[in-house]
């Protein structure tokens, strides 16, 4: 066997430097490699030899996998496969849309094909019936308990993501059981994973999580330590900031507004250089909202009578703060004050969109959609898995909708570089309409492309064709 070896590494050498190799064949192959031909039955021989004589083995033992567990909603049709293939491959062209289509597909009731995608491990922000799949990615599949219902004891017979979903599930029944088994747990859990488990707690956070938020204070991870800091101001359990909230009213000023319904506004004061606003976004994500309200003597609810005036970039560091360490009631009448402003931007929202309820997205969208002048970011944004509900009416009254007349005279008429440019947008726009739209409004939406102009094949119309056919050919 180690003369076999020496022949091939001579035979593959003779090659890499454009020689014939047949002087160093074997001569136990010496009567197969006569003829014509002699060197493709070399090549042929020394392939086969390579690859099955010389494989490498494992360097540990080799274990079956578990098959690819199922999930519990059904694959979608065969028959729109491909044209979810060539909506994913297009975006390595393009933006990318793979959260927002697999949250789409979800939204219709469907499953993808796990030969059309997969999730990686890294992918935490798959839905949660995917949660078996990451941890067959993961190899961290374990049989299934006996006992459904997660527990204490049962707790480290789960694998991680079906755990971690089984643990939002019960939080939102139970939140004293959750906090219970992530108070016992989460100690031993590596510090992402604890972070992941303390995101948890937002879900009807209440004064009995604090005595296990103020125990974090001390966390190895200081991510944790935010995190948890912000869940206690959340709770009205902040710890005073001193001279950084002091600094920080030194850059807003209080203000009032309406003529008989008197209000209070926050102003973010215009500072001279770039070094003062640096300093100023640093003290938003340090101080807390309830500090920021003590500090200036009123209370969080003064500082959300109506909504805050000044640079736009202090406005969402003002917004993040809100979002992150404010307290519900405090949430909520921000973005109610923000809404009623119709001048106030709606991308200034975006930060809020972690903390809305899935009926609160869904009753946003169409006025969200009829202010959005990014391209349906924002409410793309404010949707969140919520996809696919909004009807063709809602979005005829949104500036995106109103802009395609113009989209789609560029995208014909242009020169040459700024018809790419313009086919390049018009395909975003669709793209954000097709995963905004219901059923009938993609369909709608499709005709109507293709009255103005489009071909029914065009890739831009794919993903309204797909919405449209996930609802009238695959649903039940």
């Known amino acids: ?153 049962s707790y480290e017979h789960w694998p991680w993501a079906q755990r971690r979903v089984a ?14 088994i992530i108070t016992a747990k989460a100690a031993a859990e590596p510090a992402e994973r604890r972070a992941r488990l303390l995101e948890i707690l937002e879900v009807k956070l209440s004064g009995a999580d604090a005595a296990f938020l103020e125990g974090l204070a001390n966390d190895r991870s200081e991510r944790v330590q935010a995190m948890a800091r912000a869940y206690l101001a959340r709770l009205g359990q902040t710890v005073d900031a001193g001279d950084l909230a002091t600094e920080l009213t030194g850059m807003l000023e209080l203000g009032k507004v309406g003529l008989i319904n008197r209000r209070t506004r926050l102003v973010i004061k215009q500072l001279k250089t770039s070094a003062q606003n640096a300093r100023r976004h640093e003290l938003f994500r340090l101080v807390s909202f309830g500090e920021l309200a003590r500090a200036l003597g009123v209370s969080e609810m003064r500082l959300v009578e109506a909504p805050p005036d000044g640079t736009a970039d202090g406005i969402d560091a003002l917004v993040q703060m809100v979002a992150t360490t404010g307290s519900d009631a405090a949430r909520r009448a921000l973005l109610d004050c923000m809404l009623a402003d119709n001048a106030a931007p709606v991308s200034h929202l975006r930060a809020i969109a972690p903390r809305l309820s899935v009926e609160e997205r869904r009753a946003l969208v169409p006025g969200i959609m009829a202010r959005d002048t990014d391209e349906l970011e924002t409410t793309l944004v404010i949707a969140g898995r919520q996809l696919g509900a909004a009807p063709l009416s809602a979005m005829q009254a949104s500036p995106a909708y109103r802009s395609l007349g113009k989209l789609f ?19 975003l726009t669709l793209n954000r309409i097709a995963l905004l739209l219901d059923a009938p409004g993609a369909a709608e939406m499709a005709a109507h492309a293709v009255s103005w102009g489009l071909s029914p094949a065009d890739p831009k119309l794919d993903l309204l064709h797909l919405n449209a056919a996930l609802k009238t050919e695959t649903m039940p």
């Not at 599930?169 to 939140?175: M, S, T, Y």
């Open 1 to 153: 066997m180690r003369e076999l070896e020496a022949s091939l590494a001579r035979i593959c050498s003779a090659w890499m430097a454009g020689r014939s190799a047949l002087e160093h064949c074997p001569e136990e192959w010496r009567n197969a490699v006569e003829g014509q031909h002699g060197e493709a039955a070399l090549a042929s021989l020394t392939g086969h030899a390579t690859w099955v004589l010389f494989r490498a083995a494992p360097s540990t033992p080799l274990e079956p996998r578990p098959l690819l567990p199922a999930l519990s909603l059904p694959v979608m049709a065969d028959a729109l496969r491909p044209r979810f293939q060539r909506i994913l491959s297009a975006q390595k062209s393009g933006s990318s849309i793979e959260r927002h289509l697999v949250d789409l597909v979800t939204a219709r009731g469907r499953s993808v094909h796990p030969a059309d995608w997969m999730p990686s491990p890294r992918d935490d922000w798959t839905p949660d019936m995917y949660a078996p799949w990451l941890d067959w990615v993961r190899t961290e599949s374990k049989a299934k308990p006996a006992d459904s219902t997660l527990t204490i004891e």
């Open 167 to 180: 643990l939002v599930e019960l939080r939102g029944v139970d939140p004293a059981a959750a906090l219970a």
């Open 409 to 427: 005279e560029n995208a014909r008429n242009g020169a040459d570089g700024k018809r790419t440019l313009e086919n390049a947008m018009l395909g």
